[in-house]
T-cell receptor
């Protein structure tokens, strides 16, 4: 079974802090994604990556950056956390490009910024 | 950009009954894939069912089936013989190399 893990289930940070959210997948997937999930808005794509050291902006990249130094690991960075970044963050991976492929999700990190 | 609309923020069903969750989408493409994902409380999102747009036959997975109406751009999920474990958020998604999710429907199952 594909396993996608995220470094923390719950995280509380202060405004202005630099925050790192880590995601690791164990099935050699090419693609990795970061979403934020908010009530009534569904999942919105922040960034994605199709290969090591490659990244593409999603729909809401402002205030975020990412890093993919190894194929299995995709990190989301909040350079200076703000209260409007309080949300559930979901990481996902998929085998390669192609609409057929489902995405496999991690358990999520619920981030609260005070 | 493609959009996915789930018009029912919340639904409830009696255990053992049938419930249908609605989803519509907007696209100008003819080839794409549609998905229903389930997110149980405090658990990981998992795939429930997948439909390929070029297939006319509706997908089924045990108690889960879809009603895919391509011309109407409609993709509803039917859950038969509902069980307590079906309680979850359900997300409809469209994919043509760019996965788009709806806002979700929270399903409650009453014993």
């Amino acid at each position: 079974d594909v396993k996608v893990t995220q470094s923390s289930r719950y995280l509380v940070k202060r405004t202005g802090e630099k925050v790192f959210l880590e995601c690791v997948q164990d099935m050699d997937h090419e693609n990795m994604f970061w979403y934020r999930q908010d009530p009534g808005l569904g999942l919105r794509l922040i960034y994605f990556s199709y290969d090591v050291k490659m990244k593409e902006k999603g729909d809401i990249p402002e205030g975020y950056s990412v890093s993919r130094e190894k194929k299995e690991r995709f990190s989301l960075i909040l350079e200076s956390a703000s209260t409007n970044q309080t949300s559930m963050y979901l990481c996902a991976s998929s085998p390669n490009s192609g609409g057929y492929n489902e995405q496999f999700f991690g358990p999520g990190t619920r981030l609260t910024v005070l | 950009a493609q959009t996915v609309t789930q018009s029912q923020p919340e639904m409830s069903v009696q255990e053992a009954e049938t419930v249908t969750l609605s989803c519509t989408y907007d696209t100008s493409e003819s080839d794409y894939y549609l998905f229903w994902y389930k997110q149980p409380p405090s658990r990981q999102m998992i795939l429930v069912i997948r439909q390929e747009a070029y297939k006319q036959q509706n997908a089924t997975e045990n108690r889960f089936s879809v009603n895919f109406q391509k011309a109407a751009k409609s993709f509803s999920l039917k859950i038969s013989d509902s069980q307590l474990g079906d309680a979850a958020m359900y997300f409809c998604a469209y994919n043509n190399n760019d996965m788009r999710f709806g806002a979700g429907t929270r399903l409650t199952v009453k014993p």
